[in-house]
């Protein structure tokens, strides 16, 4: 292809580019950031109700090794107050507490993890068009740029 051509249009194109992958990365990075979050948190909480309902007493003895270790102070010898523990608290309740404590930690990190989102996204937007850029129009093969890379990781 002509130089002259391929100039004029680089001109056009990376200006569109760049508003686009700007456009697109800011909104997609955010949108998938928070669906991000949504996911863990969910993640975090099937399995602290899974690990309750399925390992009820393993779920048990953590309650009472927790409530331990919060009225430590209170006992003098740590076997009796686990025993009076056990007494007193006959199962673990639904672990409520957890469940919320997740979904304030996801609503605090969110803003964190959708910033990231905002920088990340578009660069990875603009890559994908300056590779568009070097196959399509270029005529650059991969393989043959990047190919010992590819020969040094293995692929």
Do not use: H
């Not at 979050?37 to 003895?61: G, V």
């Amino acid at each position: 292809m002509n130089k002259i051509k391929l100039f004029l249009m680089g001109i056009i194109y990376f200006p569109v580019a760049l508003i686009i992958s700007l456009t697109i990365g800011v909104l997609g990075g955010v949108f998938f950031k928070i669906l991000a979050s949504f996911e863990d948190m969910q993640d975090l909480i099937r399995t602290e109700i899974k690990y309750w309902k399925i390992y009820p007493q393993k779920a048990y003895d953590l309650y009472i090794a927790d409530l331990l270790r919060y009225k430590k102070s209170d006992w003098i010898d740590p076997n009796m107050a686990g025993k009076e523990f056990r007494r007193k608290y006959k199962k673990q309740p639904f672990p409520l507490a957890n469940i919320v404590m997740y979904i304030l930690g996801m609503l605090v990190l969110m803003p964190f993890r959708c910033i990231s989102g905002m920088f990340k996204a578009p660069v990875i937007v603009f890559m994908d068009f300056v590779y568009f850029w070097q196959e399509k129009i270029l005529k650059i093969d991969p393989l043959l740029k990047y190919g010992k890379y590819l020969k040094k990781w293995k692929l």
